[in-house]
């Protein structure tokens, strides 16, 4: 009885049907051979990319996001308070050198912070993170009200409001950090929403403030000290990446096959960015570096245009359209930029036509940048400040410093043909960096697929092969059970695993006739990947903050996160236990895990509770001794 019980084990095995792995792991939650295992990710609640999971709509979608109103205020508030102050709230393109030469004042200090962060790899705390942009706030307004003050006590000179703009821009610029460090790990759609929802109330906040005159300056700076309110509710309310929402697997967001798919994507779309910031930089200043006055009609036809773009972004993304936030946001902003350069021409005694396209442009790389430093947060090991102060670097660094460089140098001022080819120029450039990029990641995902394709094929013959033979072996076994049972080698076998019947000492007819466990196909499904992956630009990679990093913890945080990936397949923990799980392993307390993952503690005790409930383990030490026994 207990070998045909046996026999109908295996059997079920090699269908792809049984329990438990032969090496004694639990089975995964794949169940059938050949199932394709769920991904799981390091960001938030990730939504399966597939029609079977349509987005909710109505009052449902509303309910859903409503936690992140909060934030999202936030967010246009600090916006509105930079522009209002630096940027003249838009009644022209910009200010001039008072915009990107007070600029480049605030991005030397920031990466004097950026380089102090990235050397000493320093991690902010909670409470450090609420103290900074408490502070923040407050001097941002301070620094808001002072301009107009400065003009209505008659003490106004250049380089008090030139320093006063620079001061405005770094502290709204820490402000915005913190609102996008809060969103850091949601996934793909979340993100879309909240920093485009944020750009379009902020335009139109911007937009009022610029009809208003001087008492626009009083309006930008209480909207600027509502983001305390803001800040409290938001605490309140769970965190974006607490909200499923869909992924592509084309997408910054999403993992199409390997991570460092998606780190190529991050520093392609970097490097793009900053070369397309230096068209922006010259357009904003078209042709001699001076500042371009909207007319009524023409600031109108802006503020529409960026608000119908972020409509028309969002409305995509929620219908789950693919390539919106990559290859698709590209050719938007590559088309804007051509658009201005052409109307430019087209009408010379009118710039402000081309203004409309060249500010929309600008805004439109706004909340591109701020999705992809979100995108940063949640990929990479740095503190998520280390990546705000780089993309903020990287886009303005570049674009102020092509608008400084238009003023003062003269050969480029009065030459519109050498402007014009050199816009042209970054256009083409940025537009190969970026696609080029992107068809060279679709290449190798393609090439790992069909590889590992073949691999899994092989794996199945492998499998079938060794099935067929179990199958006579058990036929020889059956026919002759009496002898196997008084075989003295059975006896002494060691037992198949957790699906073998008997134990060291007992009798093991299986194992003496040659029956032999099928092993799983997925079983090294990802091991192959992380083989196959090319290592890509390190240099590049290292300096965005994208490597795993190379120190002994940095190497123990990244194999402690695979071991809870990997148990969160085995025992279907939600992505969020699985974060909470890879911190806890590490040995850190559960204060200390609800900090790093901007959770209560309370909620991080209930995280821990489910996972003991859910693999049925008691402790911590038994939890790292079925990692090193289970997970590679």
Known sequence: MRINEAGDSIAQRAQGQGGASASGQPASASGAVGAKPSARTRTGRLAPDDAAHPMPTGMKLLSLYIPLIPSILGLCFARTGLIVAGYGSYTHTDEGIFTDGSMLVALSFMAVILLIIGTRKIRLKKRTTNRIMRTCVALEALCVLLLPLAHIAGAFWPNVHFWLCAAVTF?????????????????????????????????????????????????????????????????????????????????????????????????????????????????????????????????????????????????????????????????????????????????????????????????????????????????????????????WIVWLGCRAIARVTLINVQSLSTNDLLINAIMGTCVVISTQVALGQFLKVSQMEADERHDLHVRRMERLEKQLSRAQANVEALTILKNNAGEYSECAACANAAPMGAGAAGAVGTPNPLQCAGVMPIESVDQDETADESRNAQPGSKHGMRLMGLDEGDSIADIRKATMRDNAEQMGKQFLLSDREVEVLALYALGWTQKRVAEELYISPSTAHAHIKRIYAKTGLHSRQEILDFMDQYTS
């Not at 357009?283 to 570096?289: F, Q």
């Open 171 to 391: 502290f709204a610029s820490f402000a915005i950090f913190y609102w996008l460090r809060r969103a850091r790990g949601c996934g793909s759609t979340t993100a879309v929403l909240y920093v485009f929802s944020a750009l379009a109330i902020s335009e139109v906040e911007i937009y009022v403030c610029s009809l208003i005159g001087t008492y626009g300056f009083y309006v930008a700076a209480a909207l600027s000290l509502l983001q305390f309110p803001c800040m409290l509710s938001a605490r309140k309310d769970k965190l974006a990446n607490d909200i499923e929402s869909f992924t592509p697997n084309d997408d910054f967001f999403g993992f199409a096959t390997t991570l460092l798919s998606s780190k190529r994507f991050l520093t392609a779309t970097a490097t793009s960015i900053g070369v397309l910031s230096i068209v922006d930089g010259f357009l904003r200043g078209y042709p001699d570096g001076t500042p371009i006055a909207f007319q009524p009609a023409t600031r109108v036809a802006y503020g529409l245009l960026t608000i119908a773009i972020c409509v028309i972004v969002i409305s995509l993304m929620m219908h789950k359209r693919k390539s919106v936030m990559t290859v698709g946001m590209f050719i938007l902003l590559e088309l804007f930029a051509c658009a201005a350069l052409v109307l430019y021409a087209a009408f010379p005694d009118m710039p402000d036509i081309g203004a409309v396209f060249t500010t929309t442009l600008n805004a439109l790389l706004v909340a591109f940048t701020w999705y992809i430093i979100i995108a940063f947060m949640s990929f990479g090991w740095r503190d998520p400040y280390y990546y705000a102060l780089g993309g």
